[in-house]
């Protein structure tokens, strides 16, 4: 439980915007800007953030779908980065990847069965029986049926397809599993019935995740730690439960108050915060959060907080904790 | 109660499509009264976006229409108005803001001018007092350098801005009803406590009745006075927030307030509705929930239950036998 | 906007020379020798060989081409072996002649061609809508040189309406100064001729417009139709605006920049594709120029001809990129 299966070290991706007066480079995005964290096996670890925070970027990066400018993600005590191409594609059969979008993200000209084949076909699992059955079994788990194997995406509602997308994920019995907003685009009944899903394979097959949403709620109910990002870096990292009951970041704060609870009998005092998330092109001096912390002191616009460990075994990024 | 703004009765309204007609809403009843915040909810095909549509007269036509049933505003049946008359009342007396804060607004044209559009279009102001409104207007929802801004395109605005500017264009001419379908929805958590926050402050200010369609029941249960929670196109229960809340009725209300993770607390295994949201006319009898319902019995698979009680209201046989029940011991 | 105003007219350099040479090649791979065309079939190889020498003919390919260029650069685009004038003079009033007949064409092609696109989307799968694609296929599919001839017969022949052959009456000949026939008999004063000109001018802008009103008719319909859908439009009914004006105001300066493409495109063939035309309605303008000098093997007119045509459409296409960013302030000029 507690064997760290992947670790990522100080990723970061810049992308150049191309501008000035001749389109000479001149600034850059910091989408990621030196992320690190652990994910031991079998344990969910959550990534939350507002859009732009560069949480969607990490999770492709790990997969290689996205180049990292820098850092290091070591899987198994290998450093992907040093892969080769043909190395990468043997270790992406270990971490397969679930989108957030049911609809875009199976061809809509294969029948189920194909697509969920597919991946055992390019790691040349098995031969066409096997596979077959292999399909048929997969397609049960999910929580479909055999006969779907020869029906087409459309003939299939959101959460159908999201159970789709993870019976393909499966299919190459992958170690980690990297899903980036699997339940944002489904109705509320049908949400909770793919959260249940994800966590009864994970039980059963002992998957790591990389569960990254902005649904608070969400990641709670499924994450072990939670870790929070703000503009390309982490600014709190923690225990699931530590975090939502007893948040420190003055972010985390704001945000978890700033959830609607359903509940009309619980009337949260809500921190809001002023204006918007700020461009990851220029990101304010110092703490990237201090022009629209409510605590923020002198030295946060100068100086740039860096994650510390707390007693509770945390990690924060704010100098109130320093 | 307040005043009777607006009053649906038995709305129906279709989709003809190829397939032919779809009824995307099919019978629903439902009043606001002045000052208060009704939510409409469900999700996605229940038929609340078509509601609103239908009550603005924005149905894309063809191939949506109204079949049948009345819309009243302040008595007035707008079912059948005429184009002419609905321009009046669009954006004078019912206001609307929409779910994607990014493209509706004209992304060619400056906010000032889209601003000072909505304001001239119900108003006889001179430009001055346009410019003046724009800016008061543009200071009511919390936008800064509100002078600056109406110069400003559209682009040049983040999508909690850009909702701000919506529902400064919406208030423009002190709007009787606002009609918000999901303004929310595409803006993140933060920039949506924002936007809630901003929506109750002029509902309370201004006095402007608010109807709020989402699939969100956190933001019902912390905005609204009242709810309608709607399901494949029939209403499902309607009442109270807190009644609601406490008391669910019907059985997809009861099983959507669980479905949602806690924030604060922890469980092992989420409560699940089975199956998925029907498409619209595809069941022909019985209960339309049916299918999903734990609580199925015999006669639900055959009869079609009544939307019936006064305050809470609620369209499940399970309620009513239990109410009868409670009646008669 | 400055700065790319500069940078576009840079890079149109690389393509001006590109242009250059490539109208420089085309003419010299087309079989024929110009020096006998100009001493005719019983010249002896002596004097052709020394005409080849005193026309630069015998010098190898890139000297001619340097030369061309310099001359190019002075504004010297030769002289017509034909009539032996400096081209440079002689073109203008052919060129005036196209630009003024393009001019009208492109501005009846706008003008309907935006409306019938228009009342087609705002009025999508009506009695109106199929009514003006199917002019629009007609539009397109037929062919010009007929439509010419059609015109020709019914409105001079049958009905005697209109002339059906050149810009004005010989007997009553307008005075040129600035060869744009509209332009010069205003300067002088000459209403009677004014009209007159125009009358000459129906019958072969129609006839050129045709193809360019139906393809603006059909990418406006397909471009509003795009844009009548989107949110904005929306919002827009929902303030409680009119859909004249919504169309007219809202909806058009959205759906305006492939329009404008269009519009830069077809202008652009319209001022280098009127041979055809200008053929048929007797029109003296820059293509019964190149048509004549085709015949005779004059290079240096076809040369300078095609040269002229090509600048004109880049310049055009030029225009038109800087236009896009009064239609779409999310165009950035950089």
Known sequence: MSEPLLQVENLKKYYPINGGKFGSVSETVRAVDGVSFTVNEGETLGIVGESGCGKSTTGRMIMRLIEPTEGKIIFQNRNIMELTKREMRKARKDIQMIFQDPFASLNPRHTVGHIIEEPMIVHHMGDKRQRQKRVEELLELVGLSSYHAKRYPHQFSGGQRQRIGIARALAVRPKVIIADEPVSALDVSVQSQVLNLLKDLQKKFNLTFIFIAHDLSVVRHISDRVGVMYLGKVVELSESENLYNDPKHPYTKALLSAVPIPDPDIKTERIILEGDVPSPAHPPAGCAFHDRCPVAMDICSIEQPHLKTLDDGRLVSCHLYN | ?329 | MFYYSIKRLLMLIPVLLGMTLIVFAIIHAIPGNPALTILGTKATPEAIHSLNRSLGLDNPWYVQYFSYLKDILSGNLGTSIQTHAPIASEIWPHLAATIELSFIAMIIAVFVGINAGIISAWKQNSFLDYTAMILALIGVSMPVFWLGLLEQWGFSIKLQWLPSIGRDDIRNGVDPITNLYLIDTLLRGRLDQFWMVIRHLILPAIALATIPTAIIARMTRSSMLEVLKSDYIRTAKAKGQRMVWIVYKYALKNAFIPILTVIGLQTGLLLGGAILTETIFGWPGVGLYIYNAIQYRDYPVIQSGILIIAFIFVMVNFIVDLLYGLFDPRIKYR
């Open chain 2, 1 to 329: 109660m307040d005043e009777t703004l607006l009053k649906v009765e038995g709305l129906q309204t279709s989709f003809f499509t190829d397939d032919g007609e779809v009824p995307a809403v099919d019978g629903i009843d439902f009043s606001v009264h002045e000052g208060e915040i009704l939510g409409i909810v469900g999700e996605s095909g229940c038929g609340k976006s078509v509601t609103s549509l239908s009550i603005m007269g924005l149905l894309p036509s063809p191939p949506g229409k109204i079949v049948g049933g009345h819309i009243y505003y302040k008595g007035e049946d707008i079912s059948r108005a005429k184009e002419s008359r609905m321009r009046k009342l669009r954006g004078n007396d019912i206001a609307m803001i929409f779910q994607e804060p990014m493209t509706s607004l004209n992304p060619v044209f400056t906010i000032g001018e889209q601003l000072m559009e909505a304001i001239r279009l119900h108003n006889h102001l001179s430009k001055k007092e346009q410019v003046e409104r724009s800016i008061e207007l543009l200071k009511l929802v919390g936008l800064p350098r509100a002078k600056e801004l109406l110069a400003e395109y559209p682009h040049e605005l983040s999508g909690g801005m850009r909702q701000r500017v919506m529902i400064a264009m919406a208030m423009s001419c002190n709007p009787k009803v606002l009609i918000a379908d999901e303004p929310t929805t595409a803006l993140d958590v933060t920039i949506q406590a924002q936007i809630l926050d901003l929506m109750v402050k002029l509902n309370k200010e201004t006095h402007t009745a608010i109807i709020m369609i989402t699939h969100d029941l956190g933001v019902v249960a912390q905005m609204c006075h009242r709810v309608v929670v709607m399901y494949a196109g029939k209403i499902v229960e309607e009442g109270p927030v807190k009644e609601i809340f406490s008391h669910p009725n019907h059985p997809y209300t009861e099983g959507l307030i669980k479905s949602i993770p806690d924030l604060h607390g922890k469980k092992d295994n989420l409560y699940t509705i089975k199956g998925s949201v029907p498409r619209p006319g595809s069941i022909a009898k019985g209960c339309l929930f049916a299918p999903r319902c734990e609580f199925v019995m015999d006669k639900c698979r055959v009869n079609a239950p009544e939307l019936s009680g006064s305050v809470h209201k609620s369209r499940c046989f399970l309620h009513q036998e239990q109410g009868r029940k409670e009646v008669h011991t």
